[in-house]
T-cell receptor
Framework: GNSVTQMEGPVTLSEEAFLTINCTYTATGYPSLFWYVQYPGEGLQLLLKATKADDKGSNKGFEATYRKETTSFHLEKGSVQVSDSAVYFCALRRPPGNTGKLIFGQGTTLQVKP | DAGITQSPRYKITETGRQVTLMCHQTWSHSYMFWYRQDLGHGLRLIYYSAAADITDKGEVPDGYVVSRSKTENFPLTLESATRSQTSVYFC?????????FGPGTRLTVT
């Protein structure tokens, strides 16, 4: 079946450290891949996305590259800030013809300390 | 205000009671979704709807009922609440790739 696996958290970093949150997926066909972010007390917001192999999504200094050969979509940021503290969700959307449902990973909590 | 709203934001109810969570979106998006968020499980899809009067089960539909008589509204009803339904519930809407989420409803069943 289709699934998303994220590294377990929490991830605790100092400000300006390099961030990697691992995400791997299992899916039939060619899914679209997403990273969503959830700030404390809020709903999820789309952070970035990639719709085909080798695409790189980027936003707010975050990047992720769609790697079909390793079925991965790892999230990276070169220098994190305290304001990046949040829960990050990796998700996939199955190919067109489906209903547009997203399958989420379990989420990774990031804590950035000053 | 434009966007997607949920009400109530917080709710405490007793086991066995019926409770309805409301979701309203102003974009006229075709798709709407209900998720629950629990520690260790991420977000799990309860029900979704592709259009008015079209709904379908998600991953964890048992104990929940939905309706979609109007495009902009997608209420979720717990017919007889149980403690295992204590959770944070998120509604989302979509027209294409991206889903837009509401702020969530924190439901506690005592």
């Amino acid at each position: 079946g289709n699934s998303v696996t994220q590294m377990e958290g929490p991830v605790t970093l100092s400000e300006e450290a390099f961030l990697t949150i691992n995400c791997t997926y299992t899916a039939t066909g060619y899914p679209s891949l997403f990273w969503y972010v959830q700030y404390p007390g809020e709903g999820l917001q789309l952070l970035l996305k990639a719709t085909k192999a080798d695409d790189k999504g980027s936003n707010k200094g975050f990047e992720a590259t769609y790697r079909k050969e390793t079925t991965s979509f790892h999230l990276e940021k070169g220098s994190v800030q305290v304001s990046d503290s949040a829960v990050y969700f990796c998700a996939l959307r199955r190919p067109p013809g489906n209903t547009g449902k997203l399958i989420f990973g379990q989420g990774t909590t990031l804590q950035v300390k000053p | 205000d434009a966007g997607i709203t949920q009400s109530p934001r917080y709710k405490i109810t007793e086991t066995g009671r019926q409770v309805t969570l409301m979701c309203h979106q102003t974009w006229s998006h075709s798709y709407m979704f209900w998720y629950r968020q629990d520690l260790g499980h991420g977000l799990r899809l309860i029900y979704y709807s592709a259009a008015a009067d079209i709904t379908d089960k998600g991953e964890v539909p048992d104990g929940y009922v939905v309706s979609r008589s109007k495009t902009e509204n997608f209420p979720l009803t717990l017919e007889s609440a149980t403690r295992s339904q204590t959770s944070v519930y998120f509604c989302a809407s979509s027209e294409s790739q991206e889903q837009y989420f509401g702020p969530g409803t924190r439901l506690t069943v005592t």
